[in-house]
């Protein structure tokens, strides 16, 4: 029994259904969410629901609520990482100017040209 | 090959090596999004340089079918975590029986997928040199799977996305190559992920898999849980843009 008393937190099936209830109950929100106009923050909303869901599905699928420290330092710096290859990089793009100090989309961008040789 | 749980020499307790198992799965799978971030990343700055020609595509998807393959998925990722449940409480043939239903509910998955792709390929929605996002509405006798009032709603929706955007085909077919692109290898992942579930039902059908010893449930689980994280951000990616019009 020694080996009993060290082995790994037993998840109850009854936590594994309030947690797929609540994924499904989200994955309807986030398709009515995507309905409402809400402007540039419908995406804000549709990642905000995502990022809920998958931290669930990291926390209780993947048991990382009853992991050991380490494990969740690696996943933490996994999510530091991403952070910053998404963070800097859209940061410079999102913020840039062409020549002209047109903000981009390029598609408002190639419409205005034309209109400029002439 | 390590196949019943005995205590290898470099570790004190089975527990230190379990968790050793756990930690280098936990490694790979950090590998695993930073691959996935990086296509991310691209499909990011294209969607914000040709915003329109990304809403009108995801427009043209079915919300229907990949709604549907979102319950899928997630019900597949419950049905994992009840193997890896009856792993650890010794139910040998409950872990068996979720198991297959985990394999049953990944196919059903590709089976959605299979006609999702085919749609894309009649409606010629894939990019090259056919790829024509006006092709349903310029021809609503070759896609009769489109219904009429739908076909009226994504005209309009297409011709305000042409205004916005004069060369709304090319930067369309970027949106369906991030599209092809990460649904593509978010299906190869799951093959390999039906592939592992396959080799689990084989160990666990032999009675393999005990109370002491499931790491291999344990460590496939937690990539299966991956897959499906993959997808819970992919859906809203990729079909619930601009859905408001």
């Known amino acids: 029994m020694s080996e009993q008393e060290h082995s790994e937190h037993i998840v109850p099936p009854s936590t594994y259904l309030a947690i797929i209830l609540t994924l499904l109950v989200l994955t309807g929100t986030t398709v009515g969410a995507a309905f409402v106009n809400l402007g540039r923050f419908n995406i804000v909303v549709a990642l905000a629901i995502a990022t809920v869901k998958a931290t669930l599905v990291v926390l209780f699928f993947m048991h990382a609520k009853y992991s050991p420290k380490r494990t969740k330092l690696i996943i933490l710096a996994g999510i530091f990482w991403l952070a910053l290859l998404l963070g800097m990089t859209l940061s410079d793009y999102i913020t840039r100017v062409d020549y002209r100090g047109v903000r981009f989309p390029i598609s408002q961008v190639t419409q205005q040209l034309p209109a400029q040789r002439g | ?245």
């Open chain 2, 1 to 245: 090959m390590h196949r019943t749980g005995e205590l290898y020499g470099q570790f004190k307790t089975l527990e230190q090596q379990k968790e050793t198992a756990t930690l280098g799965m936990w490694i790979f799978l950090i590998t695993e999004v930073m691959f996935f971030g990086g296509i991310m990343l691209a499909y990011a700055l294209n969607r914000h340089f040709y915003y329109p020609a990304f809403a009108a595509g995801s427009n043209t998807l079915s919300l229907k079918l990949g709604g549907f393959n979102t319950v899928v998925l997630l019900a597949s990722s419950f049905t994992m975590a009840l193997a890896v449940w009856s792993s650890q409480v010794g139910k040998k043939t409950l872990i068996s029986i979720f198991l297959l239903l985990t394999i049953l509910l990944g196919f059903v998955f590709f089976g959605v997928k299979y006609v999702e792709y085919s749609q894309k390929f009649h409606h010629h929605l894939v990019p090259g040199k056919k790829f024509d996002i006006f092709y349903c509405v310029n021809n609503p006798a070759s896609c009769p799977d489109v219904a009429a009032d739908e076909l009226m709603e994504e005209s309009n929706l297409l011709d305000e996305a042409k205004a916005a955007d004069p060369d709304l085909n090319a930067h369309a077919q970027l949106y369906y190559s991030a599209y092809f692109g990460m649904t593509g290898l978010h299906a190869l992942h799951m093959v390999i992920g039906a592939g592992l579930l396959f080799w689990l039902l084989k160990g666990s059908l032999a009675g393999r898999f005990t109370p002491q010893w499931n790491t291999p449930v344990d460590i496939v689980g937690l990539y299966w849980h991956f897959v499906d994280i993959v997808w819970i951000y992919l859906f809203p990616l990729l079909y619930l843009i601009d859905r408001h019009k």
